[in-house]
T-cell receptor, first 109, second 113 residues
Framework: AQRVTQPEKLLSVFKGAPVELKCNYS??????LFWYVQYSRQRLQLLLR??SRESIKGFTADLNKGETSFHLKKPFAQEEDSAMYYC???????????FGKGTKLSVIP | NAGVTQTPKFRILKIGQSMTLQCTQD?????MYWYRQDPGMGLKLIYY???????DKGEVPNGYNVSRSTTEDFPLRLELAAPSQTSVYFC????????????FGEGSRLTVL
């Protein structure tokens, strides 16, 4: 069965420090992978998707098929990055998006 | 455009009561989803629909029912509420297409006592 794993429930970093939120998946085919973010008192929203290969708010994520990972990175954390981050996965031919358990990022001033 | 609208935002139910969570969208999206979010557990898919008249079970469908008579509306029905259904419920929509973005509602916080 396809699965998404986010190993860290909580990640605390200082402002200006690099951030890496880990995401691993188990799937033998070609997946679609996403990062969604939920800021305090806001709706869950898309941050980025691997197919777009874009940088949003300074965040990037590279799909590594060999390691089955899609880690989210930012070189210099800002206080406004504090939020809940979810990695999400969609398999080929599937209509369902499977979410990881989420990582709460806390950026310390 | 309102996007995805969920009602009610908050509700307290007694064990055994029933209720319907409403979800309506004005984005003309074919795909609609219901997720529940429990602390430390992420989002789990309850039911989804790929178009009017078509619904299918997700990961955790027991205790819930849905219908999709129109493109705009996708209500979630709880029959015989149980404390295990205490959660935050999110409705979401997506255009067709595999890499499409999910658009979420604000959520409905349900407590069953």
């Amino acid at each position: 069965a396809q699965r998404v794993t986010q190993p860290e429930k909580l990640l605390s970093v200082f402002k200006g420090a690099p951030v890496e939120l880990k995401c691993n998946y188990s799937y033998s085919g070609s997946p679609e992978l996403f990062w969604y973010v939920q800021y305090s008192r806001q709706r869950l929203q898309l941050l980025l998707r691997h197919i777009s290969r874009e940088s949003i708010k300074g965040f990037t994520a590279d799909l590594n098929k060999g390691e089955t990972s899609f880690h989210l990175k930012k070189p210099f954390a800002q206080e406004e990055d504090s939020a809940m981050y979810y990695c999400a996965f969609q398999g080929a031919g599937s209509y369902q998006l499977t979410f990881g358990k989420g990582t709460k990022l806390s950026v310390i001033p | 455009n309102a996007g995805v609208t969920q009602t009610p935002k908050f509700r307290i139910l007694k064990i055994g009561q029933s209720m319907t969570l409403q979800c309506t969208q004005d984005m003309n999206h074919n795909y609609m989803y219901w997720y529940r979010q429990d602390p430390g557990m992420g989002l789990k898919l309850i039911y989804y629909s790929v178009g009017a008249g078509i619904t299918d079970k997700g990961e955790v469908p027991n205790g819930y029912n849905v219908s999709r008579s129109t493109t705009e509306d996708f209500p979630l029905r709880l029959e015989l509420a149980a404390p295990s259904q205490t959660s935050v419920y999110f409705c979401a929509t997506k255009t067709s297409g595999r890499a499409g973005e999910l658009f979420f509602g604000e959520g409905s916080r349900l407590t069953v006592l």
